[in-house]
């Protein structure tokens, strides 16, 4: 079963008896809080003991270093950054599942919906560029580049120059550049580079008071682009689709490194 957050109703009487429990506990806490006379959440209360997340839920980071072929990444903190970042993907996934924050509705979890959203896209581009680095450290400076990789514009660069500056640590590859780099060595599914494209673009939307240029009856007009009464914005969809994306990268990653497997300079660098 993927690990996006599930739409049908898979829960039994036994589930919900417990969900119903929680949820009175949950609120008897405030209420007891509260009694004592503190008035939250303007006054806070210090608690030597707390709620604990249920220890069998959020996977080790280990299995992520694993399953994304983090060991191969020669910059071991962007790499230790990377697993554990897509650790907390497994906290956002209990939360979006467990908590009403995960359905569709105008309120304080469009806005959670929208920065988790967000944060497995930061979590997609920082690996899309520890790809572009292996690549680079791979091939960045091979006298045979031309057989390993095609040389071609990546936006407005020369992509051979771009990646021995990525080598030199002269440059860092950024989202849209990185992904071009990896789509140029290694096709990325169609349907996967246009949800990758589209959440770069969502990504931008960190911003609160983003703009965004539209024409309506032929005149450019400009409008904010976040939440609105009319429009409905950051669907648990959207995040479901960040989570398949995210997990589908290790595949386009064997596939960058199948490509260069014929690289002179890497086996010679290996041998
Ligand atoms: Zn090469």
Sequence with gaps: MEAGIMENDNGNDSIYQIIREIN????KLEDTIRAAGINTPEENINLKEKIRLPSNYIRKVEHFEKVYLLHLFKDKELSKNIAYSIQYTDFLNYILSRTTLGKNALSI?????KYATISVTSIIEAYLVGICEFVADACGSCKNINNCIPNGKVVNKDLHRLLRDIKEKKEMAKFKEALEIVNKIAPIDQNLYDILEKLREM?????IQYFDKVKVSGAQIVRTKDFSKTEFRYPIQEYNEAIVALKSLPKVFQNVIDRLAKCSEKVNSLG
Excluded: A, K, P
Excluded at 203 to 207: F, L, M, P, S, T
């Design 109 to 113: 979890g469009s806005i959670f919906r």
């Design 24 to 27: 009175d506990l949950l609120q």
């Design 203 to 207: 990504r931008n939307h960190i911003h």
